[in-house]
């Protein structure tokens, strides 16, 4: 099928069964389908029915864009590839390792997830590396009639790329700008270990905005067609995120307590942004005791507490 009138086409994989919690972007071209963040495997039935109301099926994919590795974005690569010989799959240089030997990252995710782990994610199958192709930032793609333009964007993760549409401007940017959609009306940071660096997250959006995207379209969930906007409302939050762990740390107690001051420190910030009785569904969606574990990570180890 040849390439859409639209840039581009949400498909809602419904984790958990709840919507417009995790999307997956796909890119009609004249090669085939193209999608941005496949997500997990758990949800691989109703990415299927997506494809399928777009005229496509699995066995047709020809590309898989990554934002980055994390479970929710990418889990269910190793079982795409592994199905679909042709299917190239495109990520940050430091990710690709461990895509095509998951056992590191499975064994950091089952110690915070435990026995959810195929509930959550179901399986996760390494990715042949002769299906890799590692990016730096930089590149530009070419996917069929299309040119997707490659931007390196830590600070969520170390692994973090984002992609540009040349033609649309539109730019995919993960979990670079962070939690907001038509569910979530405030953008909200998502900063868990242990890879979250501010100053880097910082240049980041410096990054992407260079671009002048006309549109932003993020994993959790969809677009923002005011990136600018976007942009200061998360860097605001990015700052007094960090600042509230900062100060955290220096309390007396233990790190369960100071997590819990923290908590109730950001159900203070989202206090006004969002009706009340939606507050705390909100903030338990960027998960923030998390949070609060990246941003103490980085606040220690930048005053050489952590070796």
């Not at 190793?78 to 990520?91: E, I, K, Y």
């Amino acid at each position: 099928m040849a390439s859409g009138a639209e840039p581009y086409a949400i498909i809602d994989l419904e984790h958990l069964g709840r919507p417009q919690t995790v999307a997956a972007c796909l890119l009609e071209t004249t090669a085939g389908p193209a999608l941005v963040d496949p997500g997990p495997a758990s949800t691989l039935p109703r990415l299927a029915a997506g494809l399928a109301a777009h005229g496509y099926r699995l066995d047709e994919l020809t590309a898989l864009l990554l934002t980055h590795i994390h479970l929710d974005h990418a889990a269910a690569s190793g079982t795409l590839t592994r199905d679909n010989p042709r299917l190239r799959v495109f990520v940050h240089q430091a990710g690709a390792p461990h895509l095509i030997d998951p056992g590191k990252l499975l064994g950091s995710a089952t110690r915070l997830y435990g026995d959810q782990m195929q509930k959550l994610w179901g399986e996760v199958a390494p990715v042949s590396a002769t299906q890799l192709t590692p990016l730096k930032g930089g590149e530009r793609l070419r996917l069929g009639g299309r040119e997707i333009e490659v931007a390196y964007t830590p600070g969520h993760a170390w692994h973090h790329v984002s992609f540009r549409d040349i033609a649309s401007g539109v730019a995919f940017v993960g979990d670079t700008a962070g939690i907001f959609g038509p569910r979530l009306p405030v953008v909200l940071p998502v900063t868990p270990p242990p890879e979250f660096d501010l100053e880097a997250w910082l240049a980041s959006i410096d990054r992407i905005l260079a671009w002048e995207p006309r549109e932003i379209v993020l994993t959790h969930y969809g677009p923002a067609a005011d990136p600018v906007r976007h942009f200061d409302e998360l860097r605001a939050g990015l700052l007094a995120w960090s600042e509230l762990a900062r100060v955290s740390l220096a309390q007396p107690g233990t790190d369960q307590e100071r997590t819990h001051w923290f908590v109730q420190q950001l159900r203070e910030w989202i206090a006004g942004r969002v009706p009340a009785a939606q507050a705390e569904k909100f903030l338990a969606g960027a998960g923030p005791e998390a949070c609060w574990q990246g941003l103490a990570r980085y606040w220690r180890k930048r005053e050489g507490a952590l070796l």
